[in-house]
């Protein structure tokens, strides 16, 4: 299993077998036991910051006073501390962890994962558009029952979810964090023999870089997330940007583009794109069918970029994460040697600040 609710607070979503399994699936779970729990998983959820120096942000609140009391809440206080309490009864557990007061209205993935009987639990915050990541341990957490969770997502009266929230989704497993970009399975990679789709890529096989000429595939992670708010998939419509079909990627994932605006406004003939960015209705649509996504992420020696169909975008960065041996863990790189792990010091190409992405996209929608 894995993801087993999730809502974007317009449309909930519960299966204890796993969301889209059918009850019918061979080897499929049987239906969710009275006081089933969850003695590992985890809690993300999506949001905007919004707290007040006199009043900090409730993010969540669950309270539900049946047969025994349950609770769960997830604050955030303008100064940056969050902090993620539980209760079951007269039992408690709570994670909390300091980052950089975020300004207003910056995009927040907080991440919750407990294990109760090891008894550890992980808080994770990422700042989504900076790319920063803070994390911190906790300890004795206390397991959730696989009701509440149900309840929660419904959104009822016993709950209740800030209006900045753009998603909230649980997993009965241990989800990684980080390395939010990738593209969907079938999604060509060019190698020096022809195209490979991407989750048929093995160790070692070579594919062409735009700058490095052709690298061995050091890494392929994979993986699986609500598509929803930071996840929702981009569509990169074909015939635009060189494609004879379209690509599915995360629009997280830059894409690189060489537009005579760019050299105008910047000074470069290419510059790296969020994919988010090109949303328009015309270059590049939201996608909007499927509940859940699977990104795959190609890890090269160096951060370059690959060629779908004739759109480059960028393989995995792994920045210099493996001087964070803990964080690693907790990432799809944790079944990576750690020695395997190589540091990207710089993005290839140029990142664009907010204002010049507006824009440049502001150029392109008018091409």
Known sequence: MSWIALTDLSNPAFNIRGIGVPRNMPRARGPMLQHEILPRGTLVIEFRANAKPDKPQSILEFQRDFEWLREMRATLDADGRVTVALGQGQAHSQAVIDIPAPPRDTRIRLTYAWHAPQRVAR??????????????????????????????????????????????????????????????????????????????????????????????????????????????????????????????????????????????????????????????????????????????????????????????????????????????????????????IPIHRAFSRTRLTDFETRNLVAALATA
């Open 123 to 340: 808080l994770t915050v990422e700042l989504i558009d900076e790319g920063r990541i803070y994390q911190t341990s906790g300890y004795d957490p206390v397991p959730v029952p696989a009701a509440d969770a149900k309840a929660i997502v419904r959104n009822g009266r016993a709950t209740k979810i800030s209006k900045d929230v753009e998603f909230l989704a649980f997993s009965d497993e241990i989800e990684p964090i980080g390395f939010g970009n990738g593209i969907v399975g079938g999604t060509p990679v060019e190698t020096p023999t022809g195209p490979v789709p991407v989750e048929k890529l093995r160790l070692g096989d070579m594919v062409v870089t735009a700058t490095a000429g052709p690298q061995p595939v050091r890494w392929i992670g994979k993986r699986r997330v609500p598509a929803l708010g930071g996840f929702r998939p981009v569509r990169v419509r074909a015939p635009f940007f060189g494609l004879s079909r379209d690509v599915v990627l995360a629009p997280a994932h830059r894409v690189r583009l060489g537009v005579a605006e760019a050299e105008y406004m910047l000074g470069e003939d290419e510059v790296l794109l969020p994919a988010g960015r090109l949303i328009d209705g015309r270059h590049a649509l939201s996608e909007n069918r499927h509940r859940l996504v699977t990104y795959h992420q190609v890890l090269l020696d160096v951060h370059d970029c690959l060629l779908h169909d004739g759109l480059w975008a960028e393989s995995m960065f792994a920045g210099t994460i493996v001087r964070r041996p803990e964080m690693v863990q907790s990432t799809v790189l944790a079944e990576m040697p750690i020695s395997a």
